[in-house]
């Protein structure tokens, strides 16, 4: 699982039933690498679209039961990587980077 798709399947676990544009505002990215990303999941029965109800051509995502296990057992993989990199690059160095990513990308999705 790419990092992008750990994002996504993490946004659909907060939020369900985004539509494409909305996810892609939520992950600040185009359109265009959001679908690419997506593709896999959805063929590995990740996550999967519905209909809206007012508008049948706007399709809504969800994740699936298959994407809820896949997502536990990655967060697994990444609360161990992330315990690693606070070891090796330092607690407070560690959050300061986060910092600045989230200041990084709260400033881009301003900008859009």
């Known amino acids: 699982m790419t990092p ?4 996504i399947l993490s946004s659909l676990r907060r939020v369900s039933g985004l539509t494409m544009l909305e ?3 939520t992950l600040v990215m185009d359109r265009t690498t959001l679908v690419r990303a997506l593709k896999p999941l959805q063929r590995n029965g990740y ?11 706007r399709l809504r995502l969800h994740m699936t039961a298959t994407g809820r296990d896949k997502l536990d057992e990655a967060v697994d993989h990444w609360r161990n ?6 070891t090796r690059f330092g607690e407070a160095e560690a959050e300061r980077l986060r910092q600045e990513l989230f200041r990084i990308t709260r400033a881009s999705a301003v900008q859009q």
């Open 23 to 25: 996810m892609a505002d």
């Open 47 to 57: 996550v999967a679209e519905s209909p809206e109800y007012a508008n049948k051509r």
């Open 81 to 86: 990587a992330q315990a690693i990199f606070e």
């Open 4 to 7: 992008t798709q750990f994002s």
